[in-house]
């Protein structure tokens, strides 16, 4: 081994020091973005954790979640880490979730170690990072990690993983980390890899003496026949058409590319030379390419009409590692170049920043705790009405409720699957985007959730008629639903038989 990979090595390593400040930042990190059980994309993925302790849950309505759930191994990891540890299934999601983020923070600690001369810097851009956890990702509907356990996360951390095994040329490691991100995320494992080919194209390029190479991909598989049914899903998601973004969604496209291009002309040309700002030139550069090429994609795939079926696959979420490893770089830069190491100062910002970012989220869950403890009460009203259900009715129980139920106040996003471990109704908020990717459900989502219209108004005699249409014979509100077999009445919360 040449001395200077062992010099690199050492200082992408980890000592006893990083171990304890990187847990650091986990705790902060989770104090500032909250955590929340069940939220979200979480509606999709712990069902299917319940549904690998359990398969006799869900008997009516599983295939509104298996079918995303079922090619990453994020639900068996859970579900498996609850059974042997005999740990509650709330408390399992916890620890992956924050040892998702500790691990993420070790891979751009990893990172930020290749981009600049002082450990001190370093640490300063991951510490931006740490406070911007959940600021958008422009218009993907995405956040950098979310406060909840999303495979996503433990994705890209392999990812970052592999970017300094890509740089020393150990090509081998970092296909061993990027087929790790796969088991995990599909999706995001695909932009990482596209990210690495581009880090390593010097690299393949001299190996092939200059010689062109066409990689051909089966793309007829991925023009199944659309249905009516799968067009009108794929409408609910307004974040996979640029072309219905708004400006401010455009402006962060095109300022990133521009800050990525405007750091590495100005290492390249006026900082110090050396392998470290040559390291952040040639990141700063294949960054500004990858982006750019995935927008480029992006307007291909969106706009024309005839390609629309390619459209779930979203290449404008290539941006989620652009925007993690600018804030990174960002975070470094303000503090040596801007701030000139003024410690004081720097914290100063960051603890704005952070209290920013902390009324952001305490604004966008403000019926819930912000922390959500294993174990403990929410504070919220349906999840506890949730909460009732799977513990006071029959395990066959199939419910009605309000398809847009995610958005009712005080709800903030919590899936009824995920909480209640009960079969229920379409709806009109997560199912969508099962239904965009595996068209076959489209037609069962489709009938369900427009015998639904107007849910709001609903009384006994609509509900019978779902009882009869699709076996539904529980229905849970908020409101009172003129059935007289309601156990649970609580909170403005209704839950009743119907009968």
Not at 188 to 203: D, E, K, Q
Not at 440 to 459: L, M, R
Not at 474 to 493: F, M, N
């Amino acid at each position: 081994m040449s001395s200077s990979l062992v010099e690199r090595q050492g200082r992408t390593g980890f000592q006893a020091r990083d171990f304890f400040l990187l847990a650091l930042f986990t705790l902060i990190a989770l104090f500032i973005h909250g955590y929340h059980l069940g939220i979200e994309d979480q509606a999709i993925y712990l069902p299917g954790v319940h549904y690998d302790l359990n398969p006799a849950l869900y008997p009516h309505d599983a295939e509104f979640f298996l079918p995303q759930v079922r090619p990453t191994l994020i639900d068996e990891i859970v579900a498996y880490t609850s059974k042997l540890t005999h740990i509650s299934v709330a408390g399992s999601v916890f620890f992956w979730h924050m040892l998702s983020m500790f691990l993420l923070l070790a891979g751009a600690l990893r990172v930020a170690r290749r981009c600049f001369e002082r450990d001190r810097e370093a640490w300063a851009g991951l510490a931006l990072l740490t406070v911007l956890f959940t600021i958008p990702v422009t218009g993907t509907a995405l956040y950098i990690v979310d406060q909840y356990l999303h495979p996503r996360t433990l994705a890209t951390a392999f990812i970052l993983f592999a970017i300094p095994c890509v740089l020393d040329r150990q090509f081998l490691r970092a296909t061993v980390l990027l087929l790790l991100a796969a088991l995990v995320h599909i999706q995001m494992a695909f932009f990482g890899g596209l990210f690495l080919a581009f880090l390593a194209w010097p690299w393949i390029y001299d190996s092939l003496q200059g010689r062109a190479v066409l990689f051909g991909l089966p793309l007829t598989t991925l023009f199944e026949p659309e249905s009516p049914a799968w067009r009108e899903a794929m409408l609910t998601r307004e974040q996979h058409f640029l072309l219905k973004w708004h400006w401010y969604e455009w402006l962060g496209i095109f300022a990133p590319l521009a800050l990525l291009w405007w750091i590495g002309s100005m290492t390249t040309r006026s900082w110090k030379q050396g392998e470290i700002a040559g390291f952040r030139a040639t990141l700063c550069r294949m960054l500004f390419w990858y982006g750019s090429f995935c927008f480029v994609v992006a307007l291909i795939v969106t706009i024309p009409q005839r390609l629309e079926r390619l459209t779930p696959y979203q290449p404008m979420r290539g941006f989620h590692l652009l925007y993690l490893l600018l804030f990174l770089l960002i975070g470094g830069l303000l503090y040596e170049r801007v701030l000139h190491a003024r410690t004081g100062v720097y914290a100063v910002l960051l603890l704005a920043t952070a209290g920013g970012m902390f009324y952001a989220q305490r604004d966008l869950f403000p019926g819930t705790r912000h922390i959500e403890w294993p174990g403990r009460d929410t504070g919220n009203r349906w999840v506890r009405a949730f909460v009732w259900i799977r513990e006071n009715t029959p395990r066959e129980a199939y419910f009605a409720i309000d398809p847009r139920y995610m958005q009712r106040p005080g709800e903030d996003e919590h899936g009824f699957r995920a909480f209640a471990q009960r079969s229920v109704l379409a709806d009109w908020d997560k199912d969508p985007g099962v239904v965009c990717l595996f068209p076959a459900i489209g037609e069962k989502w489709q009938e369900q959730v427009h015998a639904q219209d107007g849910f709001a108004k609903f009384g006994r005699d609509e509900l019978l008629q779902l009882r009869q249409r699709f076996g539904a014979d529980w229905v849970i509100a908020d409101r009172s639903v003129g059935l007289t077999a309601c156990p649970y009445q609580k909170d403005g919360i209704y839950v009743c038989k119907i009968e």
